[in-house]
């Protein structure tokens, strides 16, 4: 079975940083893309980042760029995002997924999901 | 960027009734575009992909058509842990992946 945990969420001031990690099992992690979407409390789903397979295409929302920084250890199974500069609004849930067929960043569904990880910014 | 908007915002259906589901496209997207299913406290849940293409493990209660602009997800003989938020999600022009607001089933 495919599992994806994150980690790494907590409380941050604002300007302040955290890294959240994403644990993958039951599946080829170098084989497919990853994505991060994220999700303000009460609110709908909003993409963050997305990587390929082997990590040399990335893909960002305009609202993180230059702040927040997808990567993947693909030797230890485990998706990353390095978050700096963190603004109130980006207090969310974190989740992880995995791309359904796609190696590359492309046009492709997310077919798994992880359970999320909670990212508070505030004073 | 693509606009995805779905309606309605709420929808009250009995168990053991049909609900169906709209979402619509700001621009044509083909048939890239999925369905997900959001409990409280849970991550989204893939159910339909390339619009009509049901998920591993998804009832056949769920069954999703259109393309284009217009698609819509319908869920017959609604039983009780089908009430969640949906949401739907295009993947034909990115960046970026877009989803729409959700709608709330709700039980009647």
């Known amino acids: 079975d495919v599992q994806l945990l994150e980690s790494g969420g907590g409380f941050v001031q604002p300007g302040g940083s955290l890294r959240l990690s994403c644990a993958a099992a039951?599946?080829?992690?170098?084989?497919?893309?990853m994505t991060w979407v994220r999700q303000a409390p009460g609110k709908g789903l909003e993409w963050v980042a997305s990587i390929s397979g082997n990590g040399g295409e990335t893909q960002y929302a305009d609202s993180v760029k230059g702040r927040l920084t997808i990567s993947r250890d693909n030797s230890k199974n485990t998706l990353h995002l390095q978050m700096n500069s963190l603004r109130a609004e980006d207090t969310a849930v974190y989740y992880c997924?995995?791309?359904?067929?796609?190696?590359?960043?492309?046009?492709?569904?997310?077919?798994?999901w992880g359970q999320g990880t909670l990212v508070t910014v505030s004073s | 960027e693509v606009v995805m908007t779905q309606s309605p915002v709420t929808l009250s259906v009995s168990p053991g009734e049909r609900a169906t589901l709209s979402c619509r496209a700001s621009?044509?997207?083909?048939?890239?575009l999925a369905w997900y299913q959001q409990k409280p406290g849970q991550a989204p849940r893939l159910l339909i992909y390339d619009a009509s293409t049901r998920a591993t493990g998804i009832s056949a209660r769920f069954s999703g058509r259109g393309s284009g602009t217009e698609f819509a997800l319908t869920i017959s003989s609604l039983q009780s842990e089908d009430f969640a938020i949906y949401y739907c999600q295009q993947y034909n022009y990115w960046p970026p992946y877009t989803f729409g607001q959700g709608t709330r089933l709700e039980i009647k």
């Open positions: 039951g599946f080829t992690f170098s084989s497919f893309a």
């Open positions: 997924a995995k791309y359904g067929i796609v190696v590359g960043v492309g046009s492709d569904h997310f077919d798994y």
């Open positions: 621009q044509p997207i083909s048939s890239n």
